[in-house]
């Protein structure tokens, strides 16, 4: 069971996980949605396509940009298509 965790809440938390490039990808229904801000950041991988990004917000402390996924990936990256990554600062444990 995988486990995302930042700021004493957890954020996800899933035995269904994917990992691609050493990160943990979660199942959209694995998140804890009321930590999830939608940002206007957006990166390019050129093998998994565009990246959007949610802010994390816990407890009035905001982690920017801390979680990412691709809504329409390359066909590469199907596998992970809505699946939610971190890194800056949170912590995921396998």
Request: net charge neutral; proline share 3%.
């Given at each position: 069971?995988?486990?995302?965790?930042w700021n004493?809440?957890v954020?996800?938390?899933?035995?269904?996980?994917?990992?691609?490039?050493?990160?943990h990808?979660?199942?959209?229904?694995?998140?804890?949605?009321?930590?999830?801000?939608?940002?206007?950041?957006?990166?390019?991988?050129p093998?998994?396509?565009?990246?959007?990004?949610?802010s994390?917000?816990?407890?009035?402390?905001?982690?920017?940009?801390?979680?990412?996924?691709?809504?329409?990936?390359?066909?590469?990256?199907?596998?992970?298509?809505?699946?939610?990554?971190?890194?800056?600062?949170?912590?995921?444990?396998?």
């Amino acid at each position: 069971m995988a486990k995302a965790t930042w700021n004493g809440a957890v954020l996800a938390e899933s035995d269904k996980t994917v990992v691609v490039e050493n990160n943990h990808y979660f199942p959209k229904d694995a998140i804890n949605q009321q930590y999830f801000k939608e940002s206007n950041t957006h990166t390019t991988c050129p093998w998994k396509g565009i990246a959007n990004y949610y802010s994390i917000e816990v407890d009035g402390q905001v982690n920017k940009d801390a979680a990412w996924y691709y809504p329409t990936a390359k066909e590469r990256a199907k596998n992970i298509e809505g699946y939610i990554a971190f890194w800056r600062g949170v912590k995921v444990e396998a």
